[in-house]
């Protein structure tokens, strides 16, 4: 895609108000900011933009590279080279996250034969990783205009390899039917969210899904967990199960954090949708991704074959050329060999 493809592509988008997460990025959108994933790229662009403006921010997949921040940053701009001719390019500025990330910001001009391009370039280190931001408009008022709002989503961006993941237990019950996550600081949920625990902003999470969200409380090995105007009581059992007032029995999953799999696991019967997990990382979706694939994305047509990742209750299947799909997992502890995959029960399968 072109860079004024990129920009035009933005006003499609529609309006979200939320914090987004793109690899190993959380974004906290501008109130009214709008994104959407596509090929390796996160798009983010303005709700209120007038016709005949266009703006748009695009964050990378990013990665590790033997070079430092300095040099990282030089190489991106050099990328815009094949582009048309950089010019006007301030200095990299030292800039810094709240979070601590350290990273260099500038803004240069990218001329070509059919178009001019205003570009405001970020590269931050996190950790062992770099990952880039870039700003593109056509128009030199409206990427002013646009200034304040990318100055706050670069200051708020956060990185998943350099936070502490929030503290948690998953409790399931045997038939996989019910399950809570329950959070260090007090916060409960009834319902996994799509993309699983790993990395999970708490807050967003809540906002995005408010009525099945509540509170826990434990007093002499007794569990309250009130999600609306509900309370379900577990009382804690010798062998360190739980159990409810109606007997039903819930056990903690494990998070699951680099587990491999091996084996076929199927949707019911007959055995017709299911996944291959290889203990080497890669997997063959055999009709099971029609779990969690939604119509756009079957609409791409993605490959079959792939590589996953298990971490904190969350699956993370990168299907062969296109961006990683995150769902949530949950190994449940019957029978052996069950598991829950973006809320559908999986068998294995001879």
Request: aromatic letters at 8%; one cysteine or more; glycine letters at 10%.
């Amino acid at each position: 895609m072109t860079l004024l493809a990129c920009v035009l592509f933005a006003a499609l988008l529609a309006p979200q108000d939320e914090t987004v997460r793109f690899g190993n990025v959380l974004v906290r959108l501008p109130a009214g900011w709008k994104s959407v994933v596509k090929g390796e790229s996160l798009y983010l662009t303005p709700g209120d933009l007038k016709e005949g403006q266009d703006y748009v921010v695009i964050i990378g997949e990013g990665g590790k590279s033997d070079s430092n921040l300095a040099g990282v940053f030089e190489k991106s701009w050099k990328e815009f080279e094949k582009s048309g001719k950089v010019s006007n390019r301030a200095p990299g500025r030292e800039t810094k996250t709240e979070s601590g990330a350290d990273g260099l910001f500038s803004v240069g001009i990218v001329e070509s034969p059919d178009t001019r391009l205003i570009i405001g370039m970020a590269v931050f280190k996190a950790g062992d990783r770099f990952e880039s931001v870039m700003a593109l408009s056509i128009q030199d008022p409206t990427f002013v205009k646009y200034s304040g709002e990318l100055a706050a989503l670069l200051k708020g961006l956060r990185f998943r390899n350099t936070e502490i993941q929030a503290a948690y237990d998953l409790l399931v019950s045997a038939d996989g039917k019910a399950i809570y996550a329950l959070f260090k600081d007090g916060a409960a949920t009834a319902r996994l969210p799509a993309e699983g625990l790993d990395g999970i902003d708490v807050p967003s999470a809540r906002k995005r899904d408010e009525e099945t969200w509540g509170t826990h409380e434990t007093k002499d090995g007794v569990l309250k967990i009130t999600i609306g105007d509900k309370t379900a009581t577990l009382k804690a059992q010798a062998d360190g199960s739980w159990s409810s007032d109606d007997k039903k029995g819930f056990v903690r999953a494990a998070p699951s954090t680099g587990v491999k799999l091996d084996g076929r696991y199927a949707i019911g019967q007959p055995e017709t949708s299911s996944l291959l997990f290889k203990p080497d990382g890669t997997f063959e979706d055999l009709g099971g991704g029609a779990a969690y694939i939604t119509p756009a994305e079957a609409r791409l047509n993605p490959s079959k074959t792939g590589t996953y990742e298990i971490a904190n209750n969350t699956l993370k299947l990168t299907y062969r050329g296109f961006t990683p799909k995150l769902v949530s997992f949950v190994s449940l502890p019957a029978p052996a060999g069950t598991l829950l995959i973006h809320g559908t029960v999986f068998t294995r399968v001879p």
